[in-house]
């Protein structure tokens, strides 16, 4: 069943691979503008070492930041959703957040942070953090109005609401702005090391490919980008089970998955 | 579970018109004696929900007020109990715990709790599916939970607002049946929210007709039936003569 599903985007997968290799090869496509998969492969081999180390590292600065988002982005949504004139005091500025491109503050963030882990986890977490706060705010106010009446009723303590009624209410709207917090986390890593991840030790994705842009190795180039992609994928998956597993049971978006 | 005494409600020149300028009650007037049966009929919107939400105090009136008879928090936490149109359970909890809910809030122990929200549960015939998540069942299955829930707290006035209006004929004259077993059984006062006069003749002592908004009594009439009700009563012509009296009410009311 699960391998049946699998199968179409596989075979199209290598029907794109083995055009892309025929056609790169027909036209004799100089390396530097277009590495044929087979290039790419062997570059991934070739420099796996340099490839993992740098995964590792841009892997744990996105880690990081997402926690970051995660944490903050959560406990903001929730203080901001306890009342209506804290949200309109400072909902407008979560904005910001999002709109500010990061490129353009990220200079800023090597001024304040020097360049290294630190900066590349705030810019990962600046570019992920604004989701988590408007999916906790959206599903806080999501609660079923009679739900609310009734923990009036009965005398609910806040903790008791907040923990019992509020917080499970808000779990599905929460899960989906960590989702989308995780793919944006290491987007917002691979800037950062851009601008701030020259540093000392060993250098991240993002430099990997900064590197391999200037010596014109487009095969590394690719083999790197590929890795960002893996690393976006496997954080989304994880994120993506962890709702699952504390939704399965009850919310209709997991019933069928 | 211990029968319970119901106890009155008392409405005394209630007021209370929403922001938006509707006016949903305009100064009303009701007694309900202790340990009654009283359905309240009305149109759609006639201001009969905002009542009951009055009187459970999830509402206050602009002007008038509202007494509920020995409503003392301190020594009888939760005597007023709340069935809405639809089941509105916790869908991350079990039925039992859905049912143990108002006692977790009233701060009980999770061992008593639980052999309460059993006791309850055994009332509405639901024994077996304690450990099912709402989402596994029926609608009729989901209003007994509900039902089961407000019966927890042992209450000594239930309020339902159409609570069966949304299922299906038969689950619903099933449920009318077991409504008032319960309610003969506990003696709790009961205030039933309905627009179907049939339901409201068939189950009640006393029916009260509202006009449309704001809401205005139009007919108090006591239902002159056996206390012992079944399926053989909807046929005799007592229960057809209330039925027809109340629809007669009910038109004159302007619906």
Request: net charge positive; with cysteine.
């Amino acid at each position: 069943m699960r391998a049946a599903w699998a199968l179409p985007p596989l075979g199209a997968l290598c029907v794109i691979l083995a055009i892309w290799e025929a056609l790169v090869r027909m036209l004799a496509v100089p390396l530097y503008l277009l590495p044929p998969p087979s290039a790419i492969a062997l570059a991934g081999f070739h420099d796996a070492r340099t490839l993992a180390v740098s995964a590792g590292i841009t892997a744990m600065s996105a880690l990081i930041g997402f926690f970051l988002s995660a944490l903050f982005g959560v406990v903001l949504g929730i203080t901001l959703s306890a009342s209506l004139v804290l949200e309109r005091a400072f909902y407008p500025y979560t904005v910001f957040l999002q709109t500010v491109p990061i490129v353009a503050i990220a200079p800023l963030l090597v001024v304040w942070f020097g360049p290294g882990l630190k900066a590349v986890c705030v810019s990962a977490f600046i570019v992920s953090v604004f989701p988590v706060i408007a999916g906790t705010l959206a599903g806080m106010k999501s609660v079923d109005p009679a739900l609310v009446d009734l923990f009036r009723l009965y005398g609910a303590t806040r903790r008791h609401k907040l923990l019992l009624l509020q917080i499970p209410s808000a779990l599905p709207s929460l899960f989906t702005g960590l989702r989308v917090a995780s793919g944006l986390a290491v987007i917002g890593t691979l800037v950062g090391e851009f601008v701030a991840g020259f540093a000392e030790g060993s250098p991240g994705l993002g430099i990997t490919i900064l590197v391999a842009y200037k010596q014109l190795r487009t095969d590394l180039l690719f083999a790197a980008v590929l890795g960002s992609a893996v690393l976006g994928l496997s954080l989304f998956g994880a994120v993506n089970a962890a709702g699952h597993f504390l939704l399965r049971n009850w919310h209709p978006s997991e019933q069928n998955a | 579970m211990a029968a319970q005494a119901g106890v009155s409600v008392g409405v005394r020149g209630v007021l209370r018109t929403f922001p938006d300028g509707t006016q949903a009650i305009a100064s009303l007037d009701l007694d309900i004696a202790a340990g009654a049966f009283v359905a309240l009929v009305g149109p759609s919107g006639c201001g009969k929900s905002t009542l009951l939400r009055l009187i459970a105090g999830l509402d206050t009136p602009q002007a008038g007020s509202v007494s509920v008879q020995a409503r003392d928090r301190l020594s009888d936490r939760s005597p007023v109990a709340y069935v809405f149109q639809d089941a509105h359970l916790l869908p991350w909890h079990d039925v039992l715990d859905n049912v143990a809910l108002p006692l977790r809030l009233g701060g009980l122990d999770a061992g008593a709790r639980r052999a309460r929200a059993r006791e309850a549960l055994s009332r509405v015939g639901l024994s077996d599916v304690a450990g099912k998540r709402p989402a596994a069942l029926s609608g009729g299955m989901r209003m007994r939970v509900s039902l089961a829930r407000a019966l927890v707290t042992r209450p000594r006035l239930l309020l339902l607002d159409e609570p069966f209006g949304a299922l299906d004929e038969l689950t619903r004259l099933r449920l009318d049946d077991e409504l008032r077993a319960l309610w003969r059984a506990f003696g709790m006062t009961v205030l039933f929210v309905t627009h179907a006069i049939s339901e409201a003749a068939y189950l009640a002592e006393r029916v009260i007709v509202f006009s449309p908004r704001p809401a205005r009594v139009v007919l108090d009439a006591t239902v002159d039936l056996p206390a012992e009700r079944g399926p053989a009563i909807r046929t005799e012509p007592g229960f057809a003569r209330t039925v027809q009296r109340l629809h007669a009410a009910l038109e004159l009311g302007g619906a």
